[in-house]
């Protein structure tokens, strides 16, 4: 072969490649401003694996990724402004604007702003909203108007379910308690708002995962994201292998939906992928719909 038709031959199998790659699109991609990483050491994860030094370079590891493993769209919560630092580096028109939140007036956002930030597109997702690090649940009455306003604009809601980290309510979040993370605890945010678009973030963890798939069973409009669970322990790997088989059997795989929750760790947004696509009791096309075709459905996007 002539130095051309190589060259031309290895675009040709680029292109083929890049085709042949699914699209992807992450339910659950955290980011942070610099005040968030502070003067501390990067944290080290399970494995060992150390986090990202700072925010900017947490953001080009993620934007990285995201090019990488074809993540054509991505649910970005942080602080509002982590989230419009996101959304101004975005040249490809990737991240959908959530907010992370814990408990109701965070970052002095009540019910009027919220509906503002809202009108003005600068909140797209409500999520990931946290009550269980607050020692609230969603169902409790400081959090109805945000509810309101997002069935109001169709605002879909992502809510955190199952534990956190382990021994966090001794350090920083004093009021979690494991019970609050029970998905059944968001069953009167269902009844009172019927036409809410909501997913549970974590499939409930390892602590509620049949509540998890009981509720998908009894509310048909009914989401969840797999998350952390897809790479931060090899015991939340044992769980959502479970949770998954389960979910299959009983028929609600097309309510499944793909979230890496990289947080500082952006090389988790590769660990989720693998991992998911070596299970083998998913076949192809059932990968694909967790992968992409669910949540296209969910956001009510484009195909
Ligand atoms: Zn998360």
């Known amino acids: 072969m002539n130095k051309r038709l190589i060259i031309f031959s290895a675009l040709l199998l680029q292109f083929l490649l ?13 980011s942070y401003t610099e005040s968030d990483f502070g003067g501390r050491k990067p944290a080290t994860d399970h494995y060992g694996n150390k986090g ?55 970052y002095g956002i009540d019910s009027i702003k919220f509906e503002q930030m809202i009108k003005d597109k600068k909140i797209e997702v409500f999520g990931e909203v946290a009550p269980y690090y607050s020692g609230t649940t969603l169902s409790d009455s400081a959090w109805q108007p945000y509810l309101r306003i997002c069935e109001k604009y169709d605002i879909p809601v992502g809510v955190h379910t199952g534990g956190g980290d382990p021994g966090g309510t001794y350090f920083w979040s004093p009021k979690a308690r494991l019970r609050l993370s029970d998905p059944y605890l968001i069953e009167d945010v269902l009844v009172r708002y019927p036409k809410l678009r909501i997913y549970l973030m ?57 979230g890496s929750d990289q947080m500082i760790w952006p090389d988790a947004i590769e660990r989720s992928i693998r991992f998911l696509n070596s299970l083998p009791f998913l076949t192809k096309k059932d990968k694909e719909d967790i992968l992409y075709n669910n949540a296209v459905r969910f956001l009510k996007l484009k195909k």
């Open 52 to 106: 990202a030094v700072n925010a900017a370079a947490h953001l080009s590891a993620t934007f990285a990724a995201f090019k990488k493993f074809n993540i054509v769209k991505a649910v970005v919560s942080g602080n509002p402004e982590s989230v419009e630092n996101w959304a101004a580096n975005d040249n490809g028109h990737i991240v959908i604007k959530g907010i992370l939140m814990f408990a109701p007036g965070d």
């Open 202 to 258: 974590h499939a409930g963890g390892e602590d509620w995962p049949e509540h998890a798939i009981r509720m998908m069973a009894y509310y048909p409009q009914l989401y969840i994201d797999l998350a952390v669970m897809l790479w931060v322990e090899p015991n939340t790997q044992r769980y959502i292998k479970g949770l998954l088989k389960n979910i299959k059997e009983a028929g609600y795989l097309n309510r499944v939906m793909f």
């Open 18 to 30: 890049a085709q042949s790659q699914t699209k992807i699109i992450d339910m659950h991609i955290h």
